[in-house]
């Protein structure tokens, strides 16, 4: 009764002042227990202990390794959609690696969504992390659905997962919003979403790389076209930079 009248007290505030929007009813969760250290001697581990990993979604405990802290704020802050998202980062911050393993509260497993404001949290505290943002203008491409049309397979469910590989892109159950993220890394400038298309989406590309001269596979743009029914335009992009304030490089204690 008592999430009922919270409910419709939030709806009437919402129409007395004409705001559309979702509004949380519950506080998010936080971490139980969080385990955040450096990687020691990274380089002197077996090739199979040097790779990344991260935890299912839906899993019980949240564990990432050898990650940087640029990839793991990206990951939190959802900053996919630049190539180079984070502004004023400490030069440390391409060669340092971490290893986090954090249990949440209760013994439900929790989506990435969820996880991604506890884990930004994290960051705040144990990181002491402090940034802003900034918006410019840069050279970039916008994708757009190609002449004939999307050549997309509408995704069946299943896990959510998205590798990019050497001259390869390998996604399934996933927006078009995570498509323009791949994108934008394999290519090293921002690619945006215009495709307007809804709906998660399972999709595979084989490319060239970009410096390649002698290529049995197309170039990147051709393959985006034929391979996926999609196209990316050269346009100037509007690009939100994450501008970094203060970051420590080691964490607080366990």
Not at 42 to 50: F, S, T, W
Request: proline residues 5%.
């Amino acid at each position: 009764m008592q999430r009922v009248r919270h409910f419709v007290c939030v709806v009437a505030w919402l129409a007395c002042f004409a705001l559309a929007g979702r509004v949380a009813a519950e506080q998010p969760q936080k971490f139980e227990v969080a385990s955040v250290r450096i990687t020691q001697d990274r380089e002197k581990l077996p090739m199979a202990q040097q790779m990344y990993y991260m935890s299912p979604s839906g899993a019980a405990q949240f564990t990432v390794r050898n990650v940087t802290l640029d990839f793991l704020i990206a990951w939190a802050f959802k900053l996919g959609g630049s190539a180079h998202p984070i502004a004023r980062r400490p030069a440390w911050m391409d060669s340092t690696y971490y290893e986090v393993t954090a249990k949440p509260e209760g013994d439900v497993g929790l989506s990435y969504d969820e996880l991604r404001p506890m884990v930004q949290e994290l960051l705040q505290e144990r990181f002491h992390l402090t940034h802003h943002a900034e918006t410019s203008k840069e050279k970039g491409y916008a994708l757009v659905v190609a002449n004939g049309g999307p050549k997309l397979t509408p995704t069946k469910g299943g896990a959510q997962h998205a590798y990019m590989m050497t001259g390869r892109l390998d996604a399934a159950n996933v927006p078009m919003s995570i498509a323009a993220s791949l994108l934008t890394r394999a290519l090293g400038q921002t690619v945006v979403d215009e495709t307007g298309l809804k709906g998660n989406y399972d999709m595979k590309l084989k490319y060239a790389e970009m410096d390649a001269t002698d290529s049995e596979v197309p170039s990147i743009f051709t393959a985006v076209e034929e391979q996926l029914g999609l196209k990316l335009v050269s346009q100037a992009v509007p690009a939100e930079m994450f501008v970094i304030d203060h970051v420590d490089r080691v964490p607080t204690e366990n």
